[in-house]
């Protein structure tokens, strides 16, 4: 059964960069089609798409926040997934979800998720 | 804004059946992207509903089922029961956005 934890500070000050790790296991990030992705959802807003990445180092961000976002696998691990945002703002405040993405597109295990606020 | 649109709100009585729209456009739903639903109960991590347009994952009632035509979507809910209560959300990839997308989820109440 695929498992992933999502691990970082609850509480960030405005302008600081969110700096959150999923530890996954029962898979590999190298298996053709799979990927490691992260969701974001504000207190009582809908779930947004924010970064993945796939074994071959491929890597997608959310054009809105592109800027903002890098997308890692940890050197030292392979089964950890480090996602950093940059300049973090109190609309940032929301549960972050770690996921994992199948072949078919779709988020078929997903973390718990960790509610990061942003207030100073 | 979200890039797939669907209602709001959906209410059912027990026993009944509902249905929960997802509408996109020529970039995604429309280009023949597949479309993935998905089951929030309340205080709880999404929960994989429905894959490729029509799919259950194992352990799914068959209450529940999808489908895709054009450049829309539907989940249906048959025999609604009070443990169906939650938000429903659909996903799909964004071709212009190159991004993968989702609705603005529809909060089901059950009477």
């Known amino acids: 059964q695929i498992t992933l934890k999502e691990s970082g500070p609850t509480l960030v000050k405005p302008t600081q960069t969110l700096t959150l790790t999923c530890t996954f296991s029962q898979f590999s990030l190298y298996t053709s089609g799979v990927g490691v992705g992260w969701i974001r959802q504000p207190p009582g807003k809908a779930l947004e798409w924010l970064a993945l990445?796939?074994?071959?180092?491929?890597?997608?961000y959310s054009p809105s926040l592109k800027s903002r976002l890098t997308i890692t696998q940890d050197t030292s691990s392979e089964n950890q997934v480090v996602l950093t945002m940059t300049n973090m703002a109190p609309v940032d405040t929301g549960t972050y979800y770690c996921?994992?993405?199948?072949?078919?597109?779709?988020?078929?295990?997903w973390g718990q998720g960790t509610l990061v606020t942003v207030s100073s | 804004q979200s890039v797939l649109t669907q209602p709001p709100s959906v209410s059912g009585a027990p026993g009944q059946r509902v249905t929960i729209s997802c509408t996109g456009s020529?970039?995604?739903?429309?280009?023949?992207?597949?479309v993935h639903w998905y089951q929030q109960l309340p205080g709880t991590a999404p929960k994989l509903l429905i894959y490729?347009?029509?799919n259950r994952p194992s352990g799914v009632p068959d209450r529940f089922s999808g489908s895709k035509s054009g450049t829309s979507a539907s989940l249906a809910i048959t025999g609604l029961q009070a443990e169906d209560e939650a938000d429903y959300y659909c996903q799909s990839f964004d071709s212009s956005l190159s991004a993968w997308v989702f609705g603005g989820g529809t909060t089901l109440t059950v009477l």
């Open positions: 490729l347009n029509n």
């Open positions: 990445i796939s074994g071959d180092d491929d890597r997608r």
């Open positions: 996921v994992h993405r199948r072949r078919f597109g779709d988020f078929d295990s």
């Open positions: 020529s970039s995604n739903i429309g280009a023949d992207y597949d």
